[in-house]
């Protein structure tokens, strides 16, 4: 059935297996690489902090480091999710990858706290930029019957990504108060990805088809000929398109209360797990491999938790399996947190559970809303939805500082903070249809 009014996507529209697969291999790469930026912050944010401000520096310097980050990432996500719908998918996704790339590599120079901010904020701008592009022009070449383990797959290279921040890390944690500067020059990697992106990804011709549609009614407009309705739609700026539309408005408003409960409540762990894990790995005096190895498994247990959602999606459908790890998120933030682990093998269980639920519930916001909205406004939508809760996101990164230091416990800022997966599970069974098997809408 076609959403709010618009035409389903007929199957045609499929780009052939090989497009398909250089797309999704681009994308891929970029997001994987967009997640060893992030969680390579989460892990160096101290020796940068003590290189750069002191050893004995407030904890606020590092939630400093990745409110920044967020923010840009924000900002640059809501702008390229614009452009995206104006420009193309695939230019922006190019020019999204070239920015974060090289500028990854000259924070890697940074002499000083507030140049290392500049810098890793425009960094941050073309991190935050590649997503919805990328996970745009996957989900329209993509099979309506296996989007859900597409999509999925996709996203999980962001946990890929993590994993490989860690064990770079770890390679290079032992050589020196510059290892910070070596694990960024490792993601300037990126800027070669342009290369293949330029040369051999295809545009998404759903878009393509849409930005024709768009031309012509324009061209219509300024003729002064009467415009029908889905002419007056393709004039209008994008956002304004959806906010007029009762519609298209609530389920942007409902997903924007899911996507603040997944990203707030998964900032708030996995910014300080490293911590937690590494500080009752000196209480039960293990050695210090077994921090790395725990949040390894966290990482592994994230892209675990993004292909199962995948999978469970397209058989059992998008809502209830949404729902079903928002329940799961909470719980194994209040196992993680508040039950005492006894061992280092039992705080290792806890966290792999709790790695799938909260690192692999994000995969449906590259799922569920690129499904609820029309092609001439999907990557506004989709970008807003990820991208403005990033702004909560930073606020709750600065408070998860301030609440360890009142508290003196990562575990009862953690949990104060993880609550919030709460918002989803109230929400989410209210968001909008279902979706599983469905064409996109046009």
Known sequence: MALSGVSAVPARRHAGKRDQRVAFGAAFLGWMLDGFETYALVLIGSQVVAGLVGRDASPLYFSGLLAVQLVAWAIGGLFAGVLTDYFGRKRVLTYSILVYAAFTGLTALSPNYWIFI?????????????????SALVSEIWPDRSRGKGVALLQSGFGVGFLLATGVFWLLKDTGPNAWRYVLLVGAIPALLVILVRRHVKESSLWLDTNDARRQAHARAGRGEALADRDRLLTRFTLWGILADPTLRRRLVRLLVMSSASLIGWWAVSTWLPRFVGAAVTQHSAGP???????????????????????????????????????????????????????????????????????????????????????????????????????????????????????????????????????????TLIAGPETKGTPLPA
């Open 118 to 134: 500049v810098l890793r904020f425009v960094t941050g701008l073309g991190m935050g930029a590649e997503w919805g592009p990328g």
């Open 289 to 427: 491999s077994a921090a790395t190895w725990i949040i390894l498994g966290y990482n592994f247990a994230g892209v675990v938790g993004w292909l199962a959602f995948g999978v469970v999606a397209d058989a059992v459908g998008r809502r209830w399996t949404i729902w079903a790890y928002f329940v799961g998120a909470l719980a194994t933030v209040w196992l993680l947190f508040a039950v005492p682990y006894g061992s280092i093998p039992i705080l290792g269980a806890f966290v792999l559970v709790n790695g799938f639920f909260t690192l692999g519930q994000m995969g449906w916001m590259a799922t569920y809303p690129i499904e609820l909205f029309p092609t001439y406004a999907r990557g506004t939508a989709i970008s807003v939805i990820f991208n403005l809760t990033r702004f909560l996101a930073a606020a709750f990164a600065l408070l998860s500082g301030y609440l360890v230091s009142v508290f003196g416990s990562i575990g009862i800022a953690g949990l104060i903070i993880g609550s919030v997966y709460v918002l989803g599970i109230a929400v």
